[in-house]
């Protein structure tokens, strides 16, 4: 068992209809058939959406995602249409709502990778490969790789695991053509903001990334380069062979796994509420990773 405790309910406006409840996203349609996208204040981690929400986080990820569409648009085309609020919203959507393409989604999450971690290091540590790819010899737990590699893996489910996939069985599932574009645009995006983020002090360490079709062109949807999707780690305690501080969502997966959660990650049953504290660090530590990225204070609620 894992996904929802309680699957929430969908908001009732004029004109919209409900397509998905996703772990973070509502997803509705408008009349004009565009995708109205809406990020709530839900956290997920280990498969679940937790009972707790995050203040603010729909937002934080909502803006941060523009701010980086706005900065790599030179590369690839970008699913935002606008940020208008649709007549009749709830107040709350302000901030958390992009109105989007609608897209023809490719059923492969496009991971990149800079450093070694996470399941790329489980899998490291077996094999010497990540997705098949051989590595050297000797890295460690945050290491940076000779050069970023495309990891994909095949999108679960609410509930499932994302599985990492060789890129030869992701070419398989989506064809050669659609594979190597996928892969190139995924490596060409990663770097650009790996520099940029490594100028202000923060290293990416990886990344997801969804694209969808349009009319045959590929374009770059849902979130990106949030702390829902990628590693951030402030670059001036980066020491590989140890697990590396972060910005993202590895304290709650930390407190999560902590005696305090008194909560078994493999079990059956669903999380516990997080302590405010837990809370309010997390909050911070979303603000922190908008703020040391964008250079612009987070200005709560606004
Ligand atoms: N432009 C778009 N057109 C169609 N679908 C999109 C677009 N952008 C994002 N999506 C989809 O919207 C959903 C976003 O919701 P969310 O991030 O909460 O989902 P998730 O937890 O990653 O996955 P799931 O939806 O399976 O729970 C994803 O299923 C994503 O593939
Ligand atoms: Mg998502």
Redo the contacts with the bound molecule.
């Keep these: 068992m894992s996904g929802f405790v309680e699957k929430p309910k969908p908001a009732e406006v004029p004109g919209l209809v409900h397509l998905?409840t996703?772990?973070?996203?509502d997803?509705y349609r408008n009349e004009a058939g565009e995708?109205v996208?809406v990020a709530t204040d839900r956290m997920?981690a280990y498969d679940w959406v937790l009972p707790t929400e995050i203040p603010d986080k729909g937002r934080i990820l909502t803006q941060l995602s523009l701010w980086w569409f706005d900065r790599l648009a030179d590369l690839v085309p970008h699913?935002v249409l606008s940020t208008e609020l649709p007549p009749g919203a709830p107040a709350d959507w302000a901030g958390r709502t992009l109105i989007?393409?609608?897209?023809d989604?490719v059923p492969v999450e496009c991971v990149a990778r800079g450093y070694l971690t996470g399941s790329g290091l489980a899998e490291y540590r077996q094999t010497r490969t990540v997705c098949g790819l051989a590595l050297p010899e000797g890295l460690e737990d945050g290491s940076e790789l000779p050069s970023p590699i495309f990891t994909p893996a095949t999108?679960a489910?609410?509930g499932e695991h994302d599985e990492n996939v060789s890129y030869e069985e992701a070419a398989r599932q989506v064809g050669a053509e659609t594979a190597a574009r996928l892969r190139q645009a995924t490596l060409a995006v990663y770097s650009r903001a790996r520099e940029i983020a490594r100028d202000r002090g923060i290293i990416l360490a990886d990344t997801k990334f969804?694209f969808?079709f349009d009319d045959g062109d590929l374009v770059l949807?849902?979130?990106v380069l949030t702390p829902d999707s990628s590693r951030f780690w402030p670059a001036d305690s980066w020491q590989p062979g140890r697990p590396q501080p972060s910005f993202d969502k590895q304290y709650i997966r930390d407190w999560l796994t902590s005696p305090a959660a008194a909560w078994d990650r493999h079990g059956e049953q669903p999380p516990p509420p997080l302590p405010d504290e837990v809370v309010e660090r997390t909050s911070a530590k979303y603000a922190e990773a908008y703020e040391r990225l964008t250079g612009v204070k987070w200005a709560a609620g606004a």
């Design positions: 998905h996703g772990k973070v996203r997803l995708l996208m997920s699913h989007c393409r609608a897209l989604m999108k489910a609410v969804e969808g949807a849902d979130e």
